[in-house]
């Protein structure tokens, strides 16, 4: 800029060269650009976040956010010393709701593919769980209430609805019930892509039901099944709203509950964090798993 | 489909033969779980009917239009704010993973999908502890939008990645050869043909952020408590008619537009996504 004269004629030199140049520099840009935004969002938003979360984790109680912070790995030994039953839990319930999942869900994914023709209708009352499990397991704590639209039915059943609402097994079926869609598109997928032809040739030569089954269906769906089954794992780790509505003390000893309790309430955001980056270390590797079990959403 | 009907009988079909009480048990167990489906939001409802002195009202359903109101207008408010955001983080995202080269793209697409998998109390805690100390947003309506537009935009990627994939590149070219500069060309030719992907990721992105409560407990305050956050928070002190009519009101207002998507384009590209 200094020298006007100069730069007006090297410009004029090597304008062609510069402008192909800049053509080709444009075409590299436009992907990384048009992508800028959602980073820019990510990295505020998720990325920054998550770091701050690790290094809270490592101090003391909310020291962190005094002059001094103390920086200590006691909140990692207490998790993993006096809250071990509350990680155990909820694995524990995790994986017997995506167990019961697998269960029920197997069957009526097969059903759905094979026989059903009323599919839409299927597709479309199976958003209802998707809407969240507040709305579940409120709906299913209204289902059981001792003066509840089902009472009668219960009684004349001779069940005691109160003695079911504050359970482990309602607590599961709450949790089942919402990640059920999940375990149906996953294993659903899988069963369409197997022919119905081989299932009619093993039927042809002899095999019995369980062995079409065993032999035939199970193992042409197996990636439909670990998939779905990690999926529901994942999304059942996370659990907070159904052990509070359906479950008792000792159903609310789940990871969620409680950092939520000692974040929130007590200020000890150091434990919190902690007890955040173990329940996210599962999750991740959950879905890691899963993620490598399906041909994932993008087809990546 | 058609080779899985069975082989024609060659007698006449008896009412009671194996494979037809076979076939009815089959279509009673996936009736049995599509009741299961709607049982907590017909409960709800009714629960919300219910008159103090028997019979039933519509009473409750004036405190959502009354004391639930505020609650309600800023669900509203909320959730078209992070569509809107959405669209402009999406579009632009999907466009670019599909069409242009981009080093590194596997590990970027899953730094992008970081907050999908985090539970929901850990993206909690961890952009409370943030907005307290380090943006000084807490319990602010910019809070909320941003842990919605970060957790949900991912989500609005799928369907239009997946759109994207299908386009052929002819209608591209072709509106390039005939003059059309690249905005032009997205603008007039590929937008309006990627409207069915757009609107899966719109639906997708409402469901979600209109019914989410767990980060939002983490974050909001009392200024800004969204609709499904008060329905947590009520279902904590009592389990009143007003309380069940909110419940019933959000749920209704989510199938409808549910609804009113899947007879307008059908469920094709919600494939794979967190709908069905």
Redesign the interface.
């Known amino acids: 800029m200094a020298h006007p004269t100069v730069t007006l004629s090297t410009r004029e030199a090597v304008a062609p060269s510069r402008a192909s140049l800049w053509k080709r520099w444009k075409g590299a840009l436009i992907g990384p650009g048009l992508i800028l935004p959602a980073a820019i969002v990510t990295i505020l938003f998720s990325v920054i976040p998550l770091i701050y979360l690790v290094i809270v984790s490592f101090t003391e109680e909310s020291s962190f956010f005094f002059n001094n912070p103390v920086y200590t790995t006691a909140n990692y030994s207490t998790v993993f010393d006096r809250y071990l039953p509350h990680i155990q839990t909820t694995i524990r319930l995790a994986l017997l709701a995506s167990l019961v999942n697998l269960v029920f869900g197997y069957p009526f994914a097969y059903i759905l593919v094979r026989r059903v023709r009323y599919r839409e209708l299927v597709r479309t009352l199976m958003v209802f769980p998707l809407f969240g499990p507040l709305y579940l397991a409120f709906g299913i704590r209204y289902v059981l209430l001792p003066n509840g639209p089902l009472a009668p039915v219960l009684d004349f059943l001779g069940i005691n609805a109160t003695t079911l609402l504050i359970s482990e097994p309602m607590t599961v079926f709450g949790m089942a019930m919402f990640t059920f869609p999940f375990m149906v598109m996953n294993v659903g997928t899988a069963l369409s892509n197997v022919d119905p032809l081989l299932e009619e040739a093993a039927q042809t030569l002899g095999a019995k039901p369980w062995q079409i089954f065993t032999r035939v269906l199970f193992p042409l769906s197996r990636s439909g099944i670990l998939a779905g089954f990690l999926m529901c794992f994942g999304w059942n780790l996370g659990v907070f709203v159904v052990p509070i509505l359906l479950g008792g003390t000792a159903q609310q000893r789940v990871l969620s509950i409680t950092l939520h309790q000692k974040g929130l309430s007590q200020f000890d955001y150091g434990l919190a964090s902690a007890m955040g980056i173990v329940l996210m270390a599962l999750a991740f590797g959950v879905t890691w798993l899963s993620l490598r079990f399906s041909r994932g959403a993008l087809g990546a | 489909m058609s080779?899985?009907v069975a082989p024609t009988p060659t007698y006449r079909r008896a009412l009671l033969a194996p494979r037809r009480i076979s076939?009815g048990l089959?279509?009673a167990?996936?009736w049995l779980?599509?009741v299961?489906?709607?049982?907590?939001?017909?409960?709800?409802t009714?629960?919300s009917l219910r008159a103090p002195e028997g019979g039933l009202t519509l009473e409750s359903y004036r405190y959502v239009f009354g004391s639930f109101k505020e609650n309600l207008l800023l669900s509203v408010e909320v959730t078209v704010a992070t569509i809107v955001l959405n669209l402009?983080?999406?579009i632009?995202?999907a466009?670019?993973?599909v069409?242009?080269?981009?080093p590194g793209k596997?590990f970027?697409?899953s730094?992008?999908n970081?907050?999908l998998?985090?539970?929901?109390?850990?993206?909690?805690?961890?952009?409370?502890?943030?907005y307290a100390?380090?943006f000084d947003i807490p319990r602010t309506f910019v809070g909320l939008l941003?842990?919605y537009?970060?957790g949900t935009?991912p989500l609005m990627?799928?369907p239009i990645?997946v759109a994207l994939r299908d386009l052929p590149r002819v209608y591209e070219e072709a509106a390039r050869t005939l003059g059309a500069n690249r905005l032009t060309t997205f603008f007039r030719v590929e937008l309006p043909l990627l409207g069915p992907g757009i609107s899966a990721g719109i639906l997708l992105t409402f469901?979600i952020v209109f019914?989410?409560?767990?980060v939002t407990?983490?974050i909001a305050g009392p200024n800004t408590t969204t609709a499904?956050l008060r329905?947590?928070n009520l279902?904590?002190t009592g389990?009143l008619p007003s309380?069940?009519a909110l419940?019933a009101t959000?749920?209704f207002v989510?199938?409808i537009i549910?609804?009113v998507f899947?007879k307008t384009f059908g469920?094709r590209y919600l494939k794979?996504?967190?709908?069905?």
């Not at chain 2, 998998?117 to 943030?130: E, K, N």
């Not at chain 2, 019914?211 to 767990?214: A, I, R, S």
């Not at chain 2, 794979?272 to 069905?276: D, S, V």
Request: charged share 5%; hydrophobic share 60%.
């Open positions: 080779a899985a076939a089959q279509h167990y996936i779980w599509l299961l489906f709607a049982l907590p939001f017909v409960t709800t009714l629960h402009f983080i999406a632009p995202a466009y670019a993973i069409r242009h080269p981009i596997r970027i697409l730094t992008l970081l907050a998998y985090t539970p929901g109390a850990v993206m909690g805690i961890s952009l409370a502890i943030t100390f380090l941003g842990a537009v970060v935009y990627l799928v990645i469901v019914n989410e409560f767990l407990l983490f499904a329905v947590y279902t904590r389990f309380t069940a419940a959000m749920q989510s199938f549910v609804l899947f469920s794979g996504t967190y709908l069905i």
